[in-house]
C-alpha cells in the first residue's frame, strides 16, 4: 500500500458525518498585492451570508492575518502536531465569529510525521468540516516551495494580482510552477483571478485578460475571472484600525466589490474539478506529495 493509499484509508476512518468543508486557497505571485486582505474580507462576507468560516493562515514569517484581525493567536497548529492539543483548542475566534488558526512552525515538519501522528492530525482536521462551511487558506507570496505545496493541494485557488507589471510576471511565474509540479491535477482545480487596486472594471477585466492572454498561450492552464477590487484609500484606514474594511466601512467601494466577489463564489455551483477534499483531505495531499518529492 502506497503512501497516498495510506493516507485515504485514515481519512475514512476519521470523517465525521459533516460534508467536506469547501477550502479556498488564497495567494499571489508577490508579496504587496492585498493577498491577506482578501483572504479576511472574503471570509467576512462568507460569515454575512450564513457560512461558518475559519482562516488558516500559511503565510510562514508573518503575521498579516492576526495584525488585520487584532487577535493574538495563543497556539498554532504545531501545538496540535507535536503537543497533542485539539483542534477546537488552537482556533482563536476574531471579528463576527470568524475563527483563525496559525499554521506557525507546524508545517514544516509535516513530512516527518510518523504513522501515529499523521492519524492524531488528520482526525482532528477532519473536525473542521463539522466545525466551519468555509476554510480560507492563506498562503505566503511567490514561487516558494511551501506556497507551490498548499497550490498543489488545493480544489479551489483564488489568484490576486495588481496593474503592476512586477505583479503580472510574479502571477505568471506563480503559475508556471505550478502547473510544472509533478503532483499538480489541472483536471481537478479550479483557478480564478481577481483583479486587485484597479481603477474601474474596465481595467480590472483587462488586467485579467493580458494575463490569461501569456498563460494560454505557453501553459494551457484554465483561468476564470472572477471580479475585481477598485483601489481604495479606505481600505489603508481600516488595516491602520485592525479592522478588515467589510466590517469598519461597509459603504466602501471596496467593500462592495467583496460583497460581489463572495455572491458570484456562492452563486455559481461549485465545478466539478474542484474536487472538495475538505481539511483533512487537503493536509493528506500535502503530506503526500512531500514525501513523495
Known amino acids: 500500500m502506497d503512501q497516498a493509499e495510506g493516507l485515504r484509508n485514515i481519512i475514512k476512518k476519521s470523517q465525521v458525518a459533516a460534508p467536506a468543508a469547501r477550502v479556498i486557497t488564497v495567494t499571489s505571485g508577490k508579496g504587496g498585492v492585498g493577498k491577506s486582505n482578501t483572504a479576511i474580507n472574503l471570509a467576512v462576507q462568507f460569515k454575512n451570508r450564513g457560512k461558518r468560516v475559519i482562516i488558516f493562515d500559511a503565510d510562514f514569517g508573518l503575521a498579516n492575518i492576526e495584525v488585520m484581525f487584532g487577535a493574538i493567536p ?101 503559475l508556471k510552477a505550478l502547473k510544472h509540479h509533478p503532483s499538480f491535477r489541472p483536471d481537478l482545480t479550479v483557478v480564478k483571478v481577481i483583479s486587485n487596486k484597479v481603477e474601474d472594471q474596465e481595467e480590472g477585466k483587462q488586467l485579467y485578460n493580458k494575463l490569461n492572454m501569456v498563460v494560454q498561450r505557453y501553459l494551457k492552464l484554465p483561468l476564470e475571472y472572477l471580479g475585481c477590487i477598485p483601489q481604495d484609500d479606505t481600505i489603508v484606514k481600516a488595516v491602520m484600525q485592525q479592522n478588515p474594511i467589510s466590517i469598519s466601512h461597509p459603504k466602501a467601494l471596496s467593500t462592495r466589490a467583496f460583497e460581489d466577489i463572495a455572491d458570484t463564489m456562492m452563486n455559481i455551483p461549485h465545478e466539478e474539478r474542484a474536487v472538495r477534499r475538505g481539511m483533512a483531505g487537503f493536509f493528506a495531499s500535502i503530506i503526500a506529495s512531500r514525501k513523495n518529492a
Not at 482532528?124 to 497550490?151: H, K, M, Q, R, Y
Open 74 to 174: 495563543k497556539h498554532s497548529l504545531a501545538d496540535l502536531i507535536y503537543h497533542g492539543m485539539d483542534i477546537k483548542d488552537v482556533i482563536t475566534w476574531g471579528p463576527n465569529g470568524i475563527g483563525f488558526i496559525s499554521g506557525g512552525s507546524g508545517i514544516t515538519g509535516l513530512t516527518n510525521l510518523g504513522k501515529d501522528h499523521i492519524n492524531f492530525l488528520i482526525k482532528n482536521l477532519s473536525e473542521l468540516d463539522s466545525i466551519a462551511d468555509v476554510i480560507i487558506i492563506d498562503t505566503g507570496a511567490g514561487i516558494a516551495e511551501a506556497v507551490i505545496t498548499f497550490l498543489v493541494a488545493s480544489g479551489e485557488i483564488l489568484l490576486i494580482t495588481t496593474p503592476e507589471p512586477t505583479s503580472l510576471t510574479d502571477s505568471y511565474s506563480l
